[in-house]
T-cell receptor, first 116, second 114 residues
Framework: AQKITQTQPGMFVQEKEAVTLDCTYD???????LFWYKQPSSGEMIFLIY??????QNATEGRYSLNFQKARKSANLVISASQLGDSAMYFC?????????????FGEGTQLTVNP | DTEVTQTPKHLVMGMTNKKSLKCEQH?????MYWYKQKAKKPPELMFV???????INESVPSRFSPECPNSSLLNLHLHALQPEDSALYLC?????????????FGPGTRLTVT
């Protein structure tokens, strides 16, 4: 069975500082994809970044980077130079077609608050 | 166009009403999804349509009835709902059979059942 664990229900960071949101996963499938989504209070889920299990390099998208440690089964999201608009709920999710088809398995989320 | 639209944004309905939620995408995606989300919780998958056919039904009560009239549209018909069905309902779409394909989400419909 697939499982995503986000151990930080809430995180606080000062504006302009970097923050790391933790995500660990469990799957027996060698082929899987990991996704991070941001959900502001308005409700829309916004895709941030993707990492494939066979990707050799850590994914980066602007201020977002993914610290992918395959042996530890972790895929932590790093946000550099935090902005007030980064305050939101962040979800880590995983998909693998072998065992779950197009289904995404989500973690419980981390509520990030950026302080001025 | 990388947008998924949902209507209405807000819906208040009584337990005896019948209403429908609508979702539309024009990205050529052949997989479409309905999720239910309670406050401070992750989205829960309800239904998946693949090439306009229902491929996953996560044991959702029959008072929720999905419909996919064509490859761009997805409806969720609601009837005789309960107060505990109040939630944010999210629609999403993605390419099918592509592991790296992210799901694009709509803004959601906030449903209140009175």
């Amino acid at each position: 069975a697939q499982k995503i664990t986000q151990t930080q229900p809430g995180m606080f960071v000062q504006e302009k500082e970097a923050v790391t949101l933790d995500c660990t996963y469990d799957t027996s499938d060698p082929s899987y994809g990991l996704f991070w989504y941001k959900q502001p209070s308005s409700g829309e889920m916004i895709f941030l970044i993707y990492q494939g299990s066979y990707d050799q390099q850590n994914a980066t998208e602007g201020r977002y980077s993914l610290n992918f440690q395959k042996a530890r089964k972790s895929a932590n999201l790093v946000i550099s130079a935090s902005q007030l608009g980064d305050s939101a709920m962040y979800f880590c999710a995983m998909r693998n077609y072998e065992t779950s088809g197009s289904r995404l398995t989500f973690g419980e989320g981390t509520q990030l608050t950026v302080n001025p | 166009d990388t947008e998924v639209t949902q209507t209405p944004k807000h819906l208040v309905m009584g337990m005896t009403n019948k209403k429908s939620l609508k979702c539309e995408q024009h990205m050529g995606h052949r997989a479409m999804y309905w999720y239910k989300q309670k406050a401070k919780k992750p989205p829960e998958l309800m239904f998946v349509y693949s090439y306009e056919k229902l491929s996953i039904n996560e044991s959702v009560p029959s008072r929720f009835s999905p419909e996919c009239p064509n490859s761009s549209l997805l409806n969720l018909h609601l009837h005789a709902l309960q107060p505990e069905d109040s939630a944010l309902y999210l629609c999403a779409s993605s390419q099918e059979h592509v592991l790296a394909s992210e799901q694009y989400f709509g803004p959601g419909t906030r449903l209140t059942v009175t």
